[in-house]
């Protein structure tokens, strides 16, 4: 019949319309602030920086590579690189960051800096009441404004979180496991030269007559 998906289409839009006042489930409109949805693990808003412990410098995860940086499709990030090391979680002198800025007023929360990162530093936040009245300097983050401990990554993207640490922390082990290898190799090669000694290379004297 002529017209019936028209018919079928308004019907379901009947419900719908009916549903949305009388089922609590779809009562979706909260009185926004007082009243928030809290957020969904997949939500992505813009960077942060992660940092593992108390010190949210000394533990920062950024090694400076500046890989985000060039990656970043608006150019909103800044990164000047450390002129001296500091170690990383498995112990490797690596360089940090002196200065880490995100323009969040030009950031489009593509998330490629994340997807980039090879230290799993930079991850993608749920907050976004960031709302300021310095439209210039306001909107601009440095490193300390940007630091987020490992906890709080965990705290809004468990799931996600999880999987990181499980994978950081078997590279921490491989690589304490190769160091430890690599030290009683040497102590062992040390003994062995102590126990035998290579010999003389001294030419002896020819005696004359």
């Given amino acids: 019949m002529l017209g019936t998906g028209i018919l079928k289409g308004m019907v379901e839009t009947a419900k719908n319309f009916v549903g949305s006042y009388t089922d609590e489930e779809r009562l ?7 009243e928030q949805l809290p957020p969904q693990e997949a939500a992505r808003n813009f960077p942060f920086l992660v940092y593992d412990g108390g010190d949210w410098l000394g533990g920062m995860r950024c090694v400076a590579c500046q890989i985000c940086e060039k990656e970043c499709p608006p150019q909103c990030i800044y990164i000047e690189k450390s002129k001296d090391k ?8 690596q360089f940090y960051p002196a200065a880490f800025d995100i323009d969040i007023s030009v950031c489009m929360s593509c998330q490629i800096c994340v997807e980039v990162c090879p230290f799993e530093a930079i991850k993608m936040d749920t907050e976004f009441e960031l709302s300021n009245t310095d439209r210039f300097r306001g909107l601009l983050l440095d490193r300390e404004q940007l630091a987020k401990s ?12 999880t999987e990181v640490d499980a994978r950081l922390a078997a590279e921490k082990a491989k690589a304490e496991a190769k160091a430890k290898a690599d030290a009683e190799a040497k102590a062992k090669a040390g003994a062995e030269t102590k126990a035998h ?5 001294k030419p002896v004297p020819s005696s004359t007559t």
């Fill in 28 to 34: 979706i409109t909260v009185q926004y602030p007082e």
């Fill in 150 to 161: 490992n906890q709080y990554y965990r705290k809004i993207h468990p799931h996600e979180a």
């Fill in 86 to 93: 500091k170690p990383d979680y498995i112990g490797k002198p």
């Fill in 197 to 201: 000694p290579a010999p003389s290379s």
